[in-house]
T-cell receptor, first 114, second 111 residues
Framework: GAGVSQSPSNKVTEKGKDVELRCDPI?????LYWYRQSLGQGLEFLIY????????KSGLPSDRFSAERTGGSVSTLTIQRTQQEDSAVYLC????????????FGEGSRLTVL | RKEVEQDPGPFNVPEGATVAFNCTYS??????FFWYRQDCRKEPKLLMS???SGNEDGRFTAQLNRASQYISLLIRDSKLSDSATYLC????????????FGSGTKLNVKP
């Protein structure tokens, strides 16, 4: 499809396990963002990639969270030793022109940590 | 203090009503402003940008007040399909690639 694709759409895991969430941005979009949204809350910025520049990791809540973007395209967000407070919807967005303000979001990966 | 604050609502209005939401931002150096719409259990989508002089897109009007650090969204002649959560988004001058999202204002338009 032409939109941002995220997988898995739903993930249930046990506390302490590691999880990987994948994002496939719109082809040609150099900017890629990860946000998370807890129930009834706004979007919390996690990390931002732009082309080959060093990522802006200022939103990652702890060192259990990491993300990479290979080849300037697909990105993976990894959460190690998951905790119950990590339960949220993790949203990926891409943009061809961030100055326009238009971020194209995927449908999200809903993570539930038991 | 949060970068962006919004009244969570919900705002319950009848079809055809006019409704307005405000959003305040804390950083006076904020550069750009936007309204996004998020339907229940869906991803956010850009509704409109907010320009300094105010701007209109059909039934939607956005205003910016830099002195008081707030932006507003006015919806005229509300439709059932306008029911959604409206997210205020702010882009700081010091990092134009970063976007801060408010928690959203929920709108329910009733028949």
């Amino acid at each position: 499809g032409a939109g941002v694709s995220q997988s898995p759409s739903n993930k249930v895991t046990e506390k302490g396990k590691d999880v990987e969430l994948r994002c496939d941005p719109i082809s040609g979009h150099t900017a890629l963002y990860w946000y998370r949204q807890s129930l009834g809350q706004g979007l919390e910025f996690l990390i931002y990639f732009q082309g080959n520049s060093a990522p802006d990791k200022s939103g990652l809540p702890s060192d259990r969270f990491s993300a990479e973007r290979t080849g300037g395209s697909v990105s993976t967000l990894t959460i190690q030793r998951t905790q119950q407070e990590d339960s949220a919807v993790y949203l990926c967005a891409s943009s061809g022109d961030p100055a326009s303000g238009e971020l194209f979001f995927g449908e999200g990966s809903r993570l539930t940590v038991l | 203090r949060k970068e962006v604050e919004q009244d969570p609502g919900p705002f319950n209005v009848p079809e055809g009503a006019t409704v307005a939401f405000n959003c305040t931002y804390s950083n006076s150096a904020s550069q750009s402003f936007f309204w996004y719409r998020q339907d229940c259990r869906k991803e956010p989508k850009l509704l409109m940008s907010v320009y300094s002089s105010g701007n209109e897109d059909g039934r939607f009007t956005a205003q910016l007040n830099r002195a008081s650090q707030y932006i507003s969204l006015l919806i005229r002649d509300s439709k059932l399909s306008d029911s959604a959560t409206y997210l205020c988004v702010v882009n700081p001058r010091y990092n134009f690639n970063k976007f801060y999202f408010g928690s959203g204002t929920k709108l329910n338009v009733k028949p």
